[in-house]
């Protein structure tokens, strides 16, 4: 379907103008210039009789033949009509560059556009676009001037401002694209269908994505999981900073600002997250021209002792593996640099080395096949030239016969600069910096990582449902936001999470004789509907040991409340078994607006905002991602055994994971849970601490 | 004295040769090509009678008139005697280009050059060098192919491969420098004093250092401390990466990776950190430009809002601080944008924005008082070409008539490009990327807040030196390279620690006894040379609240000790005092090698290596920078009264840094300190553990 869109075989521009300076004349003039075939291109425009040489038709339902792309330039109120012709007409697809919908407010013309689209079946792009440039069909349905390069990388962008800018930069860069394209407000088609599309093009080997949000979070990790076993997806994701941060709810919530939810999207979907738009293109360059590598060993080959500390340091950094040196492979080294030379990785070749050192040293790091990729680093000397390393580079690689990646750094001058785009040419991308080398490296290393990574399995839990159900009900039918600890410990209770009990005394004699069924030492905690920091009020006290303790500490309680809030209405007291102490952690769910329930695991205890020792994963979680969102905190390296610390039950752990996903799942009634602390014993874990926040659907 | 060596007034080149191949004949050539007098170079060669038109000497001594600057490149082992001759004629200083010194192993040739120099009162730079490039005075003593542009950025480097390279690299990036200067071995001449001269040279507003490590640490931070009062200090520290950590003795040694010292050394003393080397010249150039800031508040102002999401980004992680904007300016902006523009700061003035626009709202934004700097971001678009956008920039400053700083990004291709060039000649420098400006204008932001930094007073303790020296001592003479628990506590006290008194009872009945002094609760905890861990082998009890307690506990112990470690010698067994539970936070020390004691301050308690929550000074310490590495933690957030707990008494946690500084100063036989945990009570805090090691000096 897309086809039409990207690679049309027809084009007519809706609102084609005379005049030069209209973005209706300068999009189909950008048609014509990029060798679109005249006869199939056809300017829609009542007022003409030609333009730029071609006939003009007052209307697209005119247009003899079929049309594959309409593409609409005509002012905002007359978009939906030109529409409508074009259902009427029958036309492929549409990509709709004018502006004046959503991004001005106006949501309802905007709205008209879908139906119409969805009225006769076909898909548009935009509004608000700047178009589409296509290297591969040469189709230029845009108002940028002049195609990219022709390239095997597509490019697709929510900011048009930087579709335009690209352009010009990735000429400039040397970077080759077979699409750009702009998607606007993105009503009706989004980067997923795109990402979809490009994942399926066989002229498309690397997508790239500039995003600023996406509007489906489910269907993007969905489809971006497909794509990305079959091509690398380098996704610049804009909007990290904290500066607009809502309303804080829970622990979690707070935890969770809104890039996490697009990080760990990223993570269980296999997208590579670029920081920067030149390092959007410098990985997506690496991941084009480059084979997968088949293991972790990195070789640095240097002739600059410098240029090699800075790759050290960036390997460190980006994650990529540098390999000890076994002694047979140093032997081979050693006899391509001076006696001061160093086999040490990385293997410093000196500034004495020539073509010939080079040649040699890479030729042995390829051939030897516990190595899996070099770095090759050039300083540019006095008594060397950057094309004949650039040909020592290629000539090893071809006199090795073998398929590993090489990615290489040139610093110096314009001989350098014009010899990177040589190699990069030629299948070995060349940077400025051994910085941006070995960054680009550790870009397909961890799309390597992705694709080796076991599938995860769907986790099943056996939960009771309808108890929780009727818990969380009565309390929104009450016109409660969350509920009381009692209840979501019985929430808990139900989905199989092992909790501690929280019976309610409701005066001082319940409290007694609850005392004395459960025996000392005991902990007693205020319930209130207006507490939810208990600490903070002088609400919960522990290590009660007798009845008097009770008694004095019912009091005291009640006091601290009512002085500190005496707004809260107290539902009572809970009194409960002192838990044994384990390792405490948390685990905790918020729901995102965009990807829907976020889970947590992290260091618990009262200082998990201080730390923030957490990590996230969008659910519904599969065993591998449990798995690694707990190797990603440090906390797990205490539950494994550190500094001859207790192991902790990491399953028991791992299945608390899961059932706190499984209930986000089935009640999105729940906006937040926070489990803090959940503490961990050497058999089990036992939560201590359950919230609930709710919010009527 | 530099002068003569940076900016000679004559040259002699003592191993030059008829060779064109040989480096003695193209150091020879690239001093004549840069333009050097040709009557004050002499050019020494005893088997030659003239070489590129210049008259032969057979030595120096030879030579008419005075002699500056002598580049030497005859093999190493004349090295020394040409040295010798050098300082028989009285040349005032020397740049040894020849290698195959320490580098290579030859250590004891190398400290005869400085023998010689030392004995002759010159100085000399290398061996080992690239040599000296200087736009000022337009020497080229060096093997690089040319000089750089002329600039006022001086370059340092100790990779000659890096220097060479760079002069290409920074011609090709419009990047003029005064002088590049590589120092090789540094035997004599290091990078101290070179960032001495050029802090007093007038040519040089910025000096950048290319940095592997440093020999006197101390006056590292003494000298960048007096020069970066004055002009920037830039350093790009390589080696950064883990790949070889030394044996673990500490926890504040196992924390301070040999990075660490240099990390704070360079905070210490306003050292600007650039992480890779372009960035090391974007932000010097920021630097070299644009007038400091009088005040946080930065504004962005663009064409695409994708860009300004990208630098506001880059705004929070390069610490650059987008002010919120008032609504009289937003006002002013209004009138530069359409009705969908963005007051938001970024300033979204849209792709519809022209010079005017542009104009109109930098001048506003540079008008304002509140404002103190200005980002100005370019998408390449349709209508506006790069040359008038850059000529708006210009305007709008002029027009403004302030000194502010303003940065750019201009994205697109080749006119921005060049355009780029030029606004950044006319004082604007102007960047690819949203981030790169960003990031430059971080740089500059960091040199504003250390000038602004008040500075610290020297913190002085009084203690008891000759007791804390008795115990050390003492343990030195008895062959041990740390003090018992019991010991490390006097020694802790001494220094005016409050520390918990470790009374060790070396039997059964002296348990009870200190037991009945002391009274319950209690801690016992085993005393062993062999064991510094005392919780891994079961050799700590607390809450011993009996005497019955005691002797099982006493047993208990002792079984656990012999079973876990039977070759640990047992010196007793402490019994104290069980402290009144504080929030836990560490204090430590850790020698560096090069700059002497680091100080730490963290999270305390057992985990204080799984959260890493910790920062570090180089001793002396001032009272700004004990507060600042305070401030630097998470825990110091718990201490000021996080989330309503109680506050902590921060002035004693300070001074317990002063005294363990002042520790480490008067011991150099005290490797590492760790006091762990220190409890810190809302009114003073206390040493719980203490552990000293020691080396013999």
Known sequence: MFIHMIRPKSIAVIGASRHPDKIGY???????????????????????????????????????????????????????????????KGVKSAAIISAGFKEVGNVELERKLVEIAHKYGFRFLGP????????????NASFCQGLPLKGDIVFITQSGALAIALVGWTKMENIGLSDLVSIGNKADVSEIDLMEFF?????????????????????????????????????????????????????TGSLAGSDTAYEAAFKQSGVIRAPTFPSLFEWAIALSKLPLPKGENAV???????????????AEQYGVHLMDIPEDLKEKFRKFMPPFGSTYNPIDLTG?????????????????????????????????????????????????????????????GIECDEESDRLTAMGVPTYVSPEQAVAALGALYQYYRYLKKPIGKPVKVEVDRDSAAKIIYDAL?????FLLPSEAAKVAEAYGIPT??????????????????????????????????????GGIKVGINSLEDVRKTFKEIMENVSKARPDAEIKGIIVRKMAVQGREVAVGMHRDPIFGPLIMFGSGGIYIELYKDVSFRVAPLDTVSIDEMMKETKIYKLLTGFRGEKRGDIQSVKDVIARVSQLALDFPEITDIDINPLFVYEKGCMAIDVKILLKRK
Not at 218 to 234: D, G, W
Not at 300 to 314: K, L
Not at 362 to 383: F, G, M, N, P, W
């Open 26 to 88: 300068q999009v189909l003039k950008n048609v014509l210039d990029a060798g679109f075939p005249k006869d199939k291109v056809f300017p829609i425009n009542p007022k003409a009789d030609q333009i730029l040489g071609l006939k003009c038709y007052s209307s697209v339902k005119n247009v003899p033949g079929d049309i594959d792309l309409a593409v609409i330039v005509v002012p905002a109120k007359i978009v939906p009509m030109v529409l409508e012709e074009c259902g009427e």
């Open 128 to 139: 608000n676009i700047v178009g589409i440039c296509d290297t591969i069909k040469s189709v």
């Open 199 to 251: 994942g399926k093009d066989p002229y498309t080997k690397v997508i790239t994505i500039y995003l600023e949000g996406t509007d489906d979070g489910r269907r993007f990790i969905e489809v971006a999981r497909k794509v990305s076993r079959k091509k690398p997806v380098v996704v610049l994701k804009a909007g990290k900073a904290k500066r607009t941060v809502g309303a804080i709810k829970s622990h």
């Open 300 to 314: 640095i080959i240097t002739n600059g002792g410098g240029a090699g500390v800075m790759a050290t340091d960036a």
């Open 352 to 412: 004495m080395a020539g073509a010939e050192w080079y040649i040699g040293a890479i030729e042995a790091a390829l051939k030897d096949d516990r190595v899996h990729s070099v770095i090759v680093l050039y300083c540019h000397t006095a008594q060397t030239n950057p094309r004949e390393i650039g040909d020592a580079i290629l000539s090893a690689i071809k006199n090795a016969g073998v398929n590993k990646p090489v990615v290489a750094s040139f610093i110096g």
């Open 477 to 481: 039918n009450e016109g409660r936001e």
């Open 500 to 537: 501690l009990s929280k019976p309610l005394a409701k005066n001082l004699e319940e409290a007694e004789e609850l005392a004395v069924k459960i025996g000392f030492p005991l902990v007693m905690e205020v319930e209130s509907p207006q507490i939810i920091h208990k600490t903070d009020v």
